[in-house]
């Protein structure tokens, strides 16, 4: 962990007494891994939460005073925000989930920028808007669910905000209201690097580049160095959890697409703040006078510690909505999808997740362990289990990949590691008739819930 992380968790004791909510070890990172749910400190530099945000002094969920629902073992499924455009589509998904025996459902509620809700932040998502202008799928998702028994939990995707096919036209979309804040590759940084991200070439410009690069990026990404970014952000995660019951927040996409991203000109500046009280005055000016003929002399010049800004700037707009998360309803579950491999995700994706767990910023990791091969997903799933034993580990399965004999075979690899559970990706493809086969896929799996004779997944 940087210094300046650790520097800003070390204000947390202090900002926990004032915000009144219990804290435990956070100054400094803990030799072992705190209880879950510690509330952290505010990064900083960064605005504090508004006073009367405080979390409520009785735990429970708002306006109902039930206590948080907690599983021995989560049984959970992503559901896609494609899923739920109607109200029967709602329905179908939670009596389908909770007939098979799944206990959890993570609801998505934006996928890239823009809002499966009812929202006055971000633009509604097309589809739902043409399908239902006026329907709130997460409102249905929470009353079905909880009504028989399931934990909901808001499903963000976090810093990729556009399809590949465009970016919506309304004016409150992050990448038409900030286009100053998209990642930029490192292929287009110098062509870049003197235009104005307003002007509509650049757009178009980043937008062709991914398109020509689709099986390295899914859209355009929009970069956590910028203050509108987390400011957004964090609102929108604070509307969720003050207007619905949920029982928690699943982070996804809380990363960089690759480790050449972003070259943007604003990411470079913001670089240059950050590492100049880093080095000596005659490395400052002699990376400043190469600036002026190269925009990527800065990153090019101190490679490790553009590695580690980057890396930083992730874990600040983590520490921020979890922070938001925790002052108001501290019952709530943060949760992140996590790639596996932890050297893979530190270097490649810029995503220390387990720099997140030591530091209490998280209370459940769901590594997307998708590999088909049975032997990769336990050594995947194992080095996951050891590295965060103070968080919750969920394991995510692609059944996608696996197939439903795959996906059982997983479940009973989960078990034998001792995870907290496991996701599936995606209840959206498994009831596909295209995909697994329709709900008979879930139904099986349902029978592996029930069945005591050795089954996949039987009641702890």
Partial sequence: MSGDVAGRLGLAALLCVLVGVACTRVGTLPSEPPPRAAPIGRPVGEPAPPVGA?????????????????????????????????????????????????????????????????????????ALARASPSFDPLALAIAEGHARGLAVHAWLNVNVVTELTGVPDDPRHLARAHPEALMVPRELARELARSSPYDPRYLDRLLTWSRAHGNRVEGLYVAP???????RFEAVTVDLIERYDLDGVHLDYIRYPGPDFDYSAGSIAAFREWAAPRLSSGGRRALDRAAERDPLAWPDGQPALWSEFRREQVTRLLERVSFAVKTRRPWMTVSAAVLPDTLAARRDRLQDWPTWVRAGLLDAVAPMAYAPDDALFRAQVEQVVHVAPGVDVWAGIGSYLTGLQGTLRKILIARDLGTDGIVLFSYDWVVSPSGGGGPAF???????????????LCPR
């Fill in 54 to 126: 405080s979390a409520p002094a009785a735990p429970g969920n708002p306006g109902t005073g039930r206590a948080p629902r907690r599983f021995d073992e989560v049984r959970g499924l992503w559901v896609v925000r494609y899923s739920l455009t109607t109200p029967q589509s709602v329905r179908d998904a939670v009596a389908r989930a909770a007939d098979a025996g799944f206990n959890t459902l993570l609801v998505q509620v934006r996928g890239r920028g823009d809002a499966a809700h009812p929202s006055a932040l971000e633009p509604r998502m097309e």
């Fill in 225 to 231: 160095w910028s203050a509108r970014v987390r400011e």
């Fill in 442 to 456: 879930l139904e099986r799996v349902g029978r592996g819930f029930q069945d005591a004779r050795g089954c996949a």
